[in-house]
């Protein structure tokens, strides 16, 4: 059976410290991954996607950058903090032709990021 | 860019009652789906509906493409239905998904 896992569970950093969040999947093989970030009390928005190893498409700008290393994992880094960086930061994985198909959509337990 | 609106933005009901949540899309969208959050943020997908109606468990969905809307109606709700109901759309194959601002179901024993 497939597993996502993100890493870490939670975190409090301070305004202008890095920052590196870590997803994996197992059980499936070249996986399209995304990242969403969630404010507070708000709707979903996706950050990145990437259909294969290496290969990296940005959605939004909010000074952060993603990559895949592997095939199975899926990093969400920045050098710099800002405080509108907090939230709730979802990864995700799914097959088939574009994030949304009949193919569900898989996400992880998600990350939860307080940055003062 | 693509925009997604949902209602009501909450909804509060009693054990038993049937909910109906409303998405309408700005443009004429390929490809519809509709997501729960539990409280405490976990995110699952639900009913994929492109076009016309769809159904799993109690679960109804209902998408007229041409009117750019879609529904979601929950039958006989129960209180672990309680949580935040997401629709969001993307564009067939371009990978970027934009999601509606959701519906908070609370459902009251």
């Known amino acids: 059976a497939q597993t996502i896992h993100q890493w870490p569970v939670a975190e409090i950093k301070a305004v202008g410290s890095p920052l590196s969040l870590g997803c994996t999947i197992k059980?499936?093989?070249?996986?399209?991954l995304y990242w969403y970030w969630q404010a507070t009390g708000g709707t979903l928005q996706q950050l990145f996607y990437?259909?294969?190893?290496?290969?990296v498409e940005s959605v939004v700008q909010l000074n952060l950058s993603a990559s895949r290393p592997k095939d199975d994992q899926f990093i969400l880094s920045t050098e710099k903090l800002l405080l509108s960086h907090s939230g709730f930061y979802l990864c995700?994985?799914?097959?088939?032709?574009?994030?949304?198909?009949?193919?569900?959509?898989?996400f992880g337990p998600g990350t939860r990021l307080l940055v003062l | 860019g693509q925009q997604v609106q949902q209602s009501p933005a909450s909804l509060v009901l009693q054990e038993g009652e049937n909910a109906e949540l409303q998405c309408n899309f700005s443009?004429?969208?390929?490809?519809l789906q509709w997501f729960y959050q539990r409280p405490g943020g976990s995110l699952v997908s639900l009913l994929y509906?492109?076009?016309g109606t769809k159904h799993t468990g109690r679960l109804t969905s209902t998408t007229v493409t041409k009117e750019r809307r879609s529904s979601l109606h929950i039958s006989s709700s129960q209180i672990t239905d309680s949580g935040t109901y997401f629709c969001?759309?993307?564009?067939?194959?371009?990978?970027?998904?934009?999601f509606g601002a959701g519906t908070k179901l609370t459902i009251k024993p």
């Open positions: 969001a759309m993307e564009r067939r194959g371009n990978e970027k998904i934009t």
């Open positions: 443009s004429t969208a390929t490809q």
């Open positions: 990437s259909i294969t190893v290496g290969q």
């Open positions: 995700a994985w799914s097959l088939g032709l574009g994030a949304i198909n009949q193919d569900t959509q898989y």
């Open positions: 509906n492109p076009s």
């Open positions: 059980g499936k093989s070249s996986p399209n």
